[in-house]
């Protein structure tokens, strides 16, 4: 996935956190830059050099945002990527409400939209959507919810989260889907 | 997790459903999985029809919503599978069929309802970051794209905006084929092809007069079809390039990928943002067009579609390097070949001739990096390929007119001169109000010289719009003169100051068309100002050393010397003189001569003079010696004789103007000059007897001429300005000698 942000790193350390009770951030951080750098130069071949700026910097916030709360320390991988993954999705959806307000003065909420303009919204219109619906959907359906949480806004791979929950990738597949289906559907209803 | 949670059971028989591919199927087994619940069912069915809108609506990366200044390519390029949208309403039209995806959007078929029920064409466009700036751009191009009506063109019907302002144009619905597949699969020959071809130039061109740019041509936008067994094209997306230009017209806005080809870009698009784009652009693109209809390939290569970056453009284009028609074919590995003139009903050695040659310099005249030595206009670019067509001489390709000339000159020496006897007639008349007339002319010739001074001083900013100016109305003259409309044509390029000149052959053309006009209908005055335009033009748009450019210069000279217009005179011969100045070719410097030596020069300009004749003389050959007739160098001995009369050498007249008339007699243009010339020598010899002799017998050639109308008409006769200029020589022998009596 191009544009996942891989923990691979992180996840090594992590492992042998959750059985020796917990890592403190500060020890996390030198794995994390490497971890940017890693992907910086991907992305850097991939788009040039531009193109590089945005996922280290958006990575980069997200960890001083986990960072923030002093002395915390990780139980196991799959709390740091939960947590991370929530980072995330508040820095996403910052960043697409600045661009909505940006463009058009925040009215989003006033345009009544149908099935098309719904699909064919612009993709931070689409995020603030999702955004919306995401904690009803986590009190209808946790798995649910945590799938499009550690997929959508961590950028986590299919193997990393099937990893994570001790089941097979095709399992995850089906729960995105799925998940995929709830949130489309309830943004509909939203809509309507 | 029991099974007892509805979104548990709901997710399995989801899968479950999924599974089945047939949608009877499906049905079938919901109906046995949910029997006894009907909400469950009805449940089931809306989860299944939004299961593809779901997945496509999170397709998407989150992670590259920028919101500085855009600099992440994918943003806007990685949305957009729309195939979910069938059947919806958008506005007044309903979406039937998804036909394909361009650089600016997807094109459904749709239907619109009220207040009539047809086909359209719509276009949504993909959702760029200024979609509201696209819709203002559309806004200003609507009126242009509402004026054209053209069947070449289909018309644009509607625009608008969904109501997340994602914006919409509707165009005309038109079935076709792009126009190279349509041509290959109907295995048209080169000669069908260049007339469908010269259709689009002509829809083009239409809509260039209706100031519509098309900006983006290319084959799957110009689409082609039988009509009655008549191949018809149908030009596609007119003013869309322009209204959603996004980044590319607009340098202040957010830059965005440029999705397509650049083959078909001119230079100038993608430079400087592709700001100063006009007409020619178009030009640029129908010669790749061309190029492709010919051989199957653009000159910059296969037409692969690329996604560019804004600032990756100029590079790209600037980095091609373009071959010529001739030369794809020759690349073409032997079997290929073979099957591309199979498809155009013709052999590989035909396909290769036929396009070899004027095609060739028809498709790199369009290529020209530089605007101003493309055509000027479609319909300039038509014509050249009619003139193909038809076995005339092509404007592209001077060499090809030398080999012609004769011909030409045979097919149209009628025409020449029942124009030279239309401008006698009409000038006898004339009498003493033509004095009253060349005051009239001076003080007007003052008016423009005063305003052309006021121009220069202006902005430089102001200049190049006039000139934009001028080069619009020499172009629009263009289109009026091939459909017959002489009288708008004039209106247009008298309006434009004669030094404002646009230099490009399709101006040169229209000037020479139109000071023919007026000179058959004798308003000298007129004629020779377009003729002093004519010079203007033709002398900085071509420079090579031909005499069929040299030749333009001649009627500015002779019509100017006439009226006695010194000042414009003076400039037309000191264009011709710094323009072949030092040419090497003997026809040319014959020309050059008698265009500045009708009346006498500063010592600078004799000098200038001096050189041409001394090239002359070393070029023009022996005298045959055997009575055989060369009428050719002929020519060249009167010019030296006319250049030595100016320079005050009677001998000199005397040997080269014996010449002239022994080596032929069959012009008696020529023969009249060179015994008025021959009498003012003798005159000047103090052979007084001599001298009124020649006098009398140039002038009898000169009124016999004006009299026997059936015997210039015959074809005897040579161009109407060499008559004018015997008509010059005589006024001024007239004057020296006393007048000329018959005996």
Same mark, same amino acid.
């Given at each position: 996935?191009?544009?996942?942000?891989?923990?691979?790193?992180?996840?090594?350390?992590?492992?042998?956190? !959750?059985?020796?009770?917990?890592?403190?951030?500060?020890?996390?951080?030198?794995?994390?830059?490497?971890?940017?750098?890693?992907?910086?130069? *991907?992305?850097?071949?991939?788009?040039?050099?531009?193109? !590089?700026?945005?996922?280290?910097?958006?990575?980069?916030?997200?960890?001083?945002?986990?960072?923030?709360?002093?002395? *915390?320390?990780?139980?196991?991988?799959?709390?740091?990527?939960?947590?991370?993954?929530?980072?995330?999705?508040?820095?996403?959806?910052? *960043?697409?409400?600045?661009?909505?307000?940006?463009?058009?003065?925040?009215?989003?909420?006033?345009? !009544?939209?149908?099935?098309?303009?719904?699909?064919?919204?612009?993709?931070?219109?689409?995020?603030?959507?999702?955004?919306?619906?995401?904690?009803?959907l986590e009190q209808q359906d946790e798995v649910s919810a945590r799938i499009v949480t550690l997929k959508f806004f961590g950028g986590l791979t299919n193997r990393q989260i099937a990893e994570l929950h001790d089941v097979t990738e095709r399992t995850v597949e089906r729960q995105w889907a799925y998940a995929r289906l709830k949130l489309f559907e309830m943004i509909q209803d939203e809509h309507e | 997790m029991s099974m007892n949670d509805p979104y548990e059971i709901e997710e399995m028989l989801l899968r479950a459903t999924i599974e089945f591919p047939d949608a009877?199927?499906?049905?079938?087994?919901? $109906?046995?999985?949910?029997?006894? $619940?009907?909400?469950?069912?009805?449940?089931?069915?809306?989860?299944?029809?939004?299961? @593809?809108?779901?997945?496509?609506?999170?397709?998407?990366?989150?992670?590259?919503?920028?919101?500085?200044?855009? $600099?992440?390519?994918?943003?806007?390029?990685?949305?957009?599978?729309?195939?979910?949208?069938?059947?919806?309403?958008?506005?007044?039209?309903?979406?039937?069929?998804?036909?394909? @995806?361009?650089?600016?959007?997807?094109?459904?078929?749709?239907?619109?309802?009220? =207040?009539?029920?047809?086909?359209?064409?719509?276009?949504?466009?993909?959702?760029?970051?200024?979609?509201?700036?696209?819709?203002?751009?559309?806004?200003?191009?609507?009126?242009?794209?509402?004026?054209?009506?053209?069947?070449?063109?289909?018309?644009?019907?509607?625009?608008?905006? %969904?109501?997340?302002?994602?914006?919409?144009?509707?165009?005309?619905?038109?079935?076709?084929?792009?126009? %190279?597949?349509?041509?290959?699969?109907?295995?048209?020959?080169?000669?069908?092809?260049?007339?469908?071809?010269?259709?689009?130039?002509?829809?083009?061109?239409?809509?260039?007069?209706?100031?519509?740019?098309?900006?983006?041509?290319? =084959?799957?936008?110009?689409?082609?079809?039988?009509?009655?067994?008549?191949?018809? =094209?149908?030009?596609?997306?007119?003013?869309?390039?322009?209204?959603?230009?996004?980044?590319?017209?607009?340098?202040?806005?957010?830059?965005?990928?440029?999705?397509?080809?650049?083959?078909?870009?001119?230079?100038?698009?993608?430079?400087?943002?592709?700001?100063?784009?006009?007409?020619?652009?178009?030009?640029?693109?129908?010669?790749?067009?061309?190029?492709?209809?010919?051989?199957?390939?653009?000159?910059?290569?296969?037409?692969?579609?690329?996604?560019?970056?804004?600032?990756?453009?100029?590079?790209?284009?600037?980095?091609?390097?373009?071959?010529?028609?001739?030369?794809?074919?020759?690349?073409?590995?032997?079997?290929?070949?073979?099957?591309?003139?199979? %498809?155009?009903?013709?052999?590989?050695?035909?396909?290769?001739?036929?396009?070899?040659?004027?095609l060739d310099a028809v498709v790199m005249k369009c290529l020209q990096a530089s605007r101003q030595h493309r055509y000027d206009t479609a319909n300039g670019l038509a014509l050249d390929i009619q003139r193909h067509l038809d076995d005339n001489l092509v404007s592209a390709r001077p060499a090809r007119r030398r080999e012609r000339l004769g011909k030409l000159l045979r097919r149209n020496r009628l025409a020449f001169a029942v124009g030279g006897v239309a401008f006698f007639t009409l000038a006898a008349g004339f009498g003493t109000s033509t004095w009253l007339f060349?005051?009239?002319?001076?003080?007007?010739?003052?008016?423009?010289?005063?305003?052309? @001074?006021?121009?220069?001083?202006?902005?430089?900013?102001?200049?190049?719009?006039?000139?934009? @100016?001028?080069?619009?109305?020499?172009?629009?003259?263009?289109?009026?003169?091939?459909?017959?409309?002489?009288?708008?044509?004039?209106?247009?390029?008298?309006?434009?100051?004669?030094?404002?000149?646009?230099?490009?052959?399709?101006?040169?053309?229209?000037?020479?068309?139109?000071?023919?006009?007026?000179?058959?209908?004798?308003?000298?005055?007129?004629?020779?100002?377009?003729?002093?335009?004519?010079?203007?033009?033709?002398?900085?748009?071509?420079?090579?050393?031909?005499?069929?450019?040299?030749?333009?210069?001649?009627?500015?000279?002779?019509?100017?010397?006439?009226?006695?217009?010194?000042?414009?005179?003076?400039?037309?011969?000191?264009?011709?003189?710094?323009?072949?100045?030092?040419?090497?070719?003997?026809?040319?410097?014959?020309?050059?001569?008698?265009?500045?030596?009708?009346?006498?020069?500063?010592?600078?300009?004799?000098?200038?003079?001096?050189?041409?004749?001394?090239?002359?003389?070393?070029?023009?050959?022996?005298?045959?010696?055997?009575?055989?007739?060369?009428?050719?160098?002929?020519?060249?001995?009167?010019?030296?004789?006319?250049?030595?009369?100016?320079?005050?050498?009677?001998?000199?007249?005397?040997?080269?103007?014996?010449?002239?008339?022994?080596?032929?007699?069959?012009?008696?243009?020529?023969?009249?000059?060179?015994?008025?010339?021959?009498?003012?020598?003798?005159?000047?010899?103090?052979?007084?007897?001599?001298?009124?002799?020649?006098?009398?017998?140039?002038?009898?050639?000169?009124?016999?001429?004006?009299?026997?109308?059936?015997?210039?008409?015959?074809?005897?006769?040579?161009?109407?300005? $060499?008559?004018?200029?015997?008509?010059?020589?005589?006024?001024?022998?007239?004057?020296?000698?006393?007048?000329?009596?018959?005996?």
């Amino acid at each position: 996935m191009e544009n996942s942000i891989d923990f691979t790193g992180i996840s090594g350390l992590l492992g042998t956190a !959750s059985t020796g009770g917990g890592i403190p951030s500060e020890e996390l951080l030198p794995l994390v830059y490497d971890e940017l750098r890693h992907l910086a130069a *991907r992305r850097m071949t991939a788009y040039g050099p531009a193109a !590089s700026l945005q996922p280290t910097a958006l990575v980069h916030e997200a960890w001083l945002r986990l960072a923030q709360v002093d002395d *915390r320390c990780w139980n196991d991988k799959a709390h740091f990527f939960r947590t991370a993954a929530k980072a995330m999705r508040g820095i996403l959806v910052d *960043r697409a409400r600045r661009k909505t307000a940006l463009k058009r003065g925040d009215r989003l909420a006033e345009i !009544s939209i149908d099935d098309l303009e719904i699909c064919a919204a612009e993709p931070e219109d689409r995020l603030l959507m999702i955004d919306d619906v995401l904690d009803r959907l986590e009190q209808q359906d946790e798995v649910s919810a945590r799938i499009v949480t550690l997929k959508f806004f961590g950028g986590l791979t299919n193997r990393q989260i099937a990893e994570l929950h001790d089941v097979t990738e095709r399992t995850v597949e089906r729960q995105w889907a799925y998940a995929r289906l709830k949130l489309f559907e309830m943004i509909q209803d939203e809509h309507e | 997790m029991s099974m007892n949670d509805p979104y548990e059971i709901e997710e399995m028989l989801l899968r479950a459903t999924i599974e089945f591919p047939d949608a009877d199927e499906r049905a079938c087994f919901l $109906d046995w999985a949910c029997r006894g $619940d009907d909400s469950l069912r009805a449940r089931m069915v809306k989860l299944l029809s939004i299961q @593809e809108n779901s997945a496509r609506f999170f397709d998407f990366k989150p992670f590259d919503i920028t919101v500085e200044n855009g $600099d992440d390519p994918a943003s806007a390029v990685n949305d957009e599978t729309d195939d979910g949208e069938i059947g919806l309403k958008i506005g007044r039209y309903r979406l039937i069929r998804r036909l394909g @995806e361009g650089g600016h959007g997807v094109v459904y078929q749709a239907e619109q309802e009220t =207040p009539v029920k047809r086909q359209v064409a719509l276009k949504l466009i993909r959702m760029g970051l200024d979609h509201e700036q696209v819709i203002a751009r559309f806004e200003m191009e609507r009126q242009a794209l509402a004026m054209m009506d053209h069947p070449g063109i289909a018309r644009v019907l509607d625009a608008g905006a %969904t109501p997340t302002g994602r914006p919409y144009f509707v165009m005309q619905w038109v079935t076709g084929e792009p126009i %190279t597949e349509f041509c290959d699969k109907n295995r048209l020959t080169i000669r069908q092809r260049l007339e469908l071809f010269i259709r689009v130039c002509h829809a083009i061109q239409h809509a260039h007069q209706k100031g519509v740019i098309h900006r983006d041509i290319k =084959p799957s936008n110009v689409l082609a079809s039988f009509h009655d067994g008549v191949p018809l =094209p149908k030009v596609i997306d007119f003013g869309i390039a322009k209204a959603t230009g996004g980044g590319l017209a607009d340098p202040g806005g957010e830059p965005e990928p440029i999705l397509g080809t650049p083959n078909y870009m001119s230079p100038e698009q993608g430079l400087f943002g592709g700001l100063d784009v006009d007409t020619r652009t178009d030009v640029f693109s129908l010669g790749v067009l061309l190029c492709e209809i010919l051989t199957g390939k653009t000159p910059f290569g296969p037409a692969a579609n690329v996604t560019l970056q804004t600032g990756e453009l100029p590079q790209s284009i600037a980095k091609r390097q373009h071959k010529t028609p001739f030369a794809i074919l020759g690349e073409y590995p032997p079997v290929e070949l073979v099957e591309l003139a199979a %498809t155009r009903a013709c052999k590989a050695r035909d396909l290769i001739r036929l396009v070899k040659g004027d095609l060739d310099a028809v498709v790199m005249k369009c290529l020209q990096a530089s605007r101003q030595h493309r055509y000027d206009t479609a319909n300039g670019l038509a014509l050249d390929i009619q003139r193909h067509l038809d076995d005339n001489l092509v404007s592209a390709r001077p060499a090809r007119r030398r080999e012609r000339l004769g011909k030409l000159l045979r097919r149209n020496r009628l025409a020449f001169a029942v124009g030279g006897v239309a401008f006698f007639t009409l000038a006898a008349g004339f009498g003493t109000s033509t004095w009253l007339f060349f005051r009239e002319a001076e003080a007007r010739r003052e008016q423009v010289r005063l305003r052309s @001074e006021a121009e220069a001083a202006r902005t430089v900013e102001t200049q190049l719009r006039s000139q934009a @100016e001028a080069r619009e109305a020499s172009a629009q003259a263009a289109v009026k003169l091939s459909y017959g409309h002489i009288a708008e044509a004039d209106l247009l390029l008298a309006a434009i100051p004669t030094d404002m000149a646009p230099s490009s052959l399709e101006a040169a053309n229209a000037y020479r068309e139109l000071g023919d006009w007026h000179r058959k209908a004798g308003r000298i005055r007129q004629a020779a100002e377009r003729y002093t335009a004519l010079a203007g033009a033709i002398s900085s748009v071509d420079r090579s050393d031909v005499y069929q450019i040299s030749g333009d210069l001649l009627p500015a000279a002779v019509t100017t010397c006439q009226l006695g217009d010194w000042p414009s005179h003076e400039r037309v011969r000191q264009v011709a003189l710094d323009r072949f100045g030092a040419t090497q070719n003997p026809i040319v410097a014959e020309q050059i001569i008698k265009a500045s030596t009708l009346r006498s020069a500063d010592p600078g300009t004799m000098e200038k003079i001096a050189l041409l004749a001394g090239f002359l003389e070393s070029a023009v050959r022996p005298e045959y010696g055997n009575g055989s007739q060369d009428d050719g160098s002929a020519w060249q001995c009167y010019s030296l004789a006319l250049w030595n009369h100016r320079r005050g050498d009677p001998a000199q007249v005397i040997h080269w103007g014996e010449s002239s008339l022994r080596r032929s007699m069959a012009s008696d243009s020529r023969v009249a000059c060179v015994r008025l010339l021959l009498a003012m020598a003798q005159h000047r010899s103090g052979e007084a007897e001599e001298a009124r002799k020649q006098l009398a017998e140039a002038a009898r050639l000169i009124d016999r001429t004006l009299e026997l109308s059936s015997e210039i008409a015959s074809g005897k006769s040579d161009q109407w300005h $060499d008559w004018m200029s015997a008509q010059i020589l005589l006024k001024e022998a007239g004057a020296m000698i006393g007048p000329a009596k018959a005996d």
